[in-house]
T-cell receptor, first 116, second 113 residues
Framework: GAVVSQHPSWVICKSGTSVKIECRSL??????MFWYRQFPKQSLMLMAT?????????EQGVEKDKFLINHASLTLSTLTVTSAHPEDSSFYIC????????????FGSGTRLTVV | KQEVTQIPAALSVPEGENLVLNCSFT??????LQWFRQDPGKGLTSLLL?????REQTSGRLNASLDKSSGRSTLYIAASQPGDSATYLC????????????FGSGTRLQVQP
């Protein structure tokens, strides 16, 4: 089946620094990837849709300058949290779907970000 | 805008029970529906994918049904085990376009040994 690899699985950073999270589709081409944020005991909130070779589409209320998304190839999308603050601490998950549409949507294992 | 409701929000049962998790959605014009499982601090694992033309899908002890016209899907878990403890999420997909999935708030399941 389709596999999405997400790294790192957890990261601790100081306030004011930037953190990059990578999401790779290992055995399929993902022209579109999605980035979600999840708070404890809550469901997933869509942050942005990332399309290969074009600008990401951000959901209302998500700061595009804070959450930079790059989707430079068919197998890699990155989310960079810039000038991180404690309120950015959360669980971030990426998702992609096989353009051949054989397996539905596949999710990464998530990244736990803690800003201190 | 699609809205997804999952009932119950939480469930605690002894091992061995058969379970029913419910999912309802407001826009019945869907392409397919996926059920996922999420363990604490982890990503989502796809359990079952039901196409809009299908009535049900089965995988081991899991069976998912879909009543598209009424906007409902049900996940049956037979002979529950402690390893089934997780949050279960359903996600109807609108169409073949490049849209993100819409999730309900999930059902948190705890199976007691």
């Amino acid at each position: 089946g389709a596999v999405v690899s997400q790294h790192p699985s957890w990261v601790i950073c100081k306030s004011g620094t930037s953190v990059k999270i990578e999401c790779r589709s290992l055995d399929f081409q993902a022209t579109t990837m999605f980035w979600y944020r999840q708070f404890p005991k809550q469901s997933l909130m869509l942050m942005a849709t990332s399309n290969e070779g074009s600008k990401a589409t951000y959901e209302q209320g998500v700061e595009k300058d804070k959450f930079l998304i790059n989707h430079a190839s068919l197998t890699l999308s990155t989310l960079t949290v810039t000038s991180a603050h404690p309120e950015d601490s959360s669980f971030y998950i990426c998702s992609a779907y096989d353009s051949l549409d054989n397996y539905g949507y596949t999710f990464g294992s998530g990244t736990r970000l803690t800003v201190v | 805008k699609q809205e997804v409701t999952q009932i119950p929000a939480a469930l605690s049962v002894p091992e061995g029970e058969n379970l029913v998790l419910n999912c309802s959605f407001t826009d019945s014009a869907i392409y397919n529906l996926q059920w996922f499982r999420q363990d604490p601090g982890k990503g989502l694992t796809s359990l079952l994918l039901i196409q809009s033309s299908q009535r049900e899908q089965t995988s081991g002890r899991l069976n998912a049904s879909l009543d598209k016209s009424s906007g409902r899907s049900t996940l049956y878990i037979a002979a529950s085990q402690p390893g089934d403890s997780a949050t279960y999420l359903c996600a109807p997909r609108k169409d073949t376009g490049r849209r993100a999935l819409t999730f309900g708030s999930g059902t948190r399941l705890q199976v007691q040994p």
